[in-house]
């Protein structure tokens, strides 16, 4: 992979040296304090989702309905962000306890756990902002990197980008099928309609749970019960999406091409996630509520780490990339979001350059 001009390869493998050292001093420490942090995240949100439900069953008074759809909200980014995110990605496999496990945990998410496990751990965290590998460079609907080829369709973008936010659940659902994998030939129809109808019978299970059976449990509360779980259901898509895009998209977060990975050393890796990914400054609770993916840089070098370690890694992966020159995106929420935003903008038009491309041809 060709790296910054001005590292040299000892430089690169001491980058290497020094983020394995830091991956192995983590692990080797962690213990029952994480166990009771991970533990007592999950109580809380399920205490939470509990609140929020017994008071949208008395939703008929505005302040139980304002009090529990802000509850169930909340309980829905933590059980999405902090708990089912990282649990999937076997940051507390270590544990050994099978009821907090990624081969035991389903999420209350639209996309099956098995099917998000490929797509996102596999595929994404291997092959990271590599254009043609990497399919959530834009999530196969937007360009987000000028070295993805303009189309007209992409001036649309920032309307349904918005619309994404809404259901971003279950645009990530479908989005896991690889439907313009089956179209473009790469995979077998039979394949992807199989993993489809595997979505379709979670999502009808999520529809009955938050749309039929609580709302029908709140008896007079019927109404308010149902618009307290939509409402929560979509703060919640609209706050993963800003997380993630924000982890992802703002200015400065380089793509690679699949001839870069050629030969690509443990250390050259490590460079690719740093220049990949961006972090989103903010205190604790922020950190908690974004799952620590504002820590996206210490998350994509070591994914499989428990997200509550991230605050503690960050200053050395920052000191690390200040002592060999390489940028640390960061910046604060409103920051990051602005700068998302610019780009999808920005790239919805095409690039003078490729637009001189195709005159000259």
């Known amino acids: ?31 029952e304090d994480d166990a009771r942090y991970i533990r007592r995240v999950i109580a809380v949100q399920r205490g939470l989702e509990a609140g929020g439900r017994t008071l949208l069953a008395v939703s008929i008074l505005p302040p139980a309905w304002l009090a529990g759809t802000a509850a169930l909200a909340v309980a829905k980014i933590l059980e999405n962000m902090e708990i089912g995110h990282n649990v999937l990605h076997g940051q507390w496999d270590w544990m050994r306890d099978p009821d907090i496990h990624s081969t035991t945990w389903e999420w209350d998410h639209a996309s099956p756990a098995d099917m998000w496990k490929h797509s996102h751990n596999v595929v994404h965290h291997t092959y990271t902002n590599v254009l043609g590998k990497d399919r959530d460079i834009g999530y196969s609907a937007m360009r987000v990197s000028p070295e993805q080829p303009w189309h007209p369709i992409y001036l649309a973008q920032p309307l349904y980008n918005a619309a994404l936010a809404v259901v971003f659940e279950w645009g990530i659902a479908i989005y896991a099928v690889e439907l ?100 989103i400054d903010g205190g604790p609770l922020f950190h908690l509520m974004s799952g620590n993916l504002s820590h996206q840089i210490e998350h994509h070098l070591f994914p499989d780490l428990p997200s509550n370690r991230y605050a503690q890694i960050a200053p050395r992966v920052r000191d690390l990339c200040e002592r060999f020159g390489l940028r640390y995106n960061t910046g604060s929420l409103a920051h990051q979001t602005a700068s998302v935003w610019k780009t999808i903008f920005r790239l919805a038009l095409p690039s003078w350059k490729s637009a001189q491309q195709r005159l000259a041809e």
């Open 1 to 31: 992979m060709p790296v910054p001009e001005h590292l040299t390869e000892v430089d690169i493998k001491e980058i290497g040296r020094e983020l394995d050292r830091i991956r192995d001093e983590v692990t080797a420490s962690l213990g």
């Open 180 to 279: 313009e994998r089956a179209w473009r030939g790469e995979k077998r129809w039979g394949e992807a309609l199989t993993q489809l109808r595997g979505v379709l019978r979670k999502a009808r299970r999520q529809v009955i749970k938050d749309y039929v059976v609580f709302p029908l449990l709140a008896g007079p509360s019927f109404v308010p019960a149902l618009l307290g779980n939509l409402l929560a259901n979509v703060a919640r898509n609209v706050w993963s999406h800003t997380i993630i895009f924000c982890g992802h998209f703002p200015e400065g977060s380089e793509v690679f091409t699949e001839d870069q990975l050629d030969g690509e050393t443990r250390g050259e890796w490590y460079v690719r996630q740093l220049l990949g990914s961006s972090n």
